[in-house]
């Protein structure tokens, strides 16, 4: 089994940075396919980036440009670099990891921009 507990999620004005980790337990961190997805209040989860254990990574329209995923196997973390940051980026924070059928999720954490 897989647990993820996800950090770095605050209360920050518009225009300003965070970055969120991700840190993985009981599991073989490199197989796994690692994403963020977040969920704003009455709106449903949108998935934000993703990034494969090779590197590769992918970005929603709506963060392109802004964010960045990365991961650090040694470490067993993944991260998610958000820049330039809007009120619209006001949600729960979640981290994912899959391999094959499995899926794990964290609790998330909290991201709000003020206007």
């Known amino acids: 089994q897989v647990q993820l507990v996800e950090s770095g999620g605050d209360l920050v004005q518009t225009g300003g940075s965070l970055r969120l980790s991700c840190a993985a337990s009981?599991?073989?961190?490199?197989?796994?396919?690692m994403a963020w997805y977040r969920q704003a209040p009455g709106k449903e989860r949108e998935w934000v980036a993703g990034?494969?254990?090779?590197?590769?990574?992918h970005y929603a329209n709506s963060v392109k440009g802004r964010f960045t995923i990365s991961r650090d196997n040694a470490k067993n973390t993944v991260y998610l670099q958000m820049n330039s940051l809007k009120p619209e980026d006001t949600a729960v924070y979640h981290c994912?990891?899959?391999?094959?059928?499995?899926?794990?999720w964290g609790q998330g954490t909290q991201v709000t921009v003020s206007s």
């Open positions: 994912n990891a899959v391999r094959d059928t499995v899926r794990y």
């Open positions: 009981g599991g073989l961190f490199s197989t796994y396919i």
């Open positions: 990034i494969g254990g090779g590197g590769s990574t």
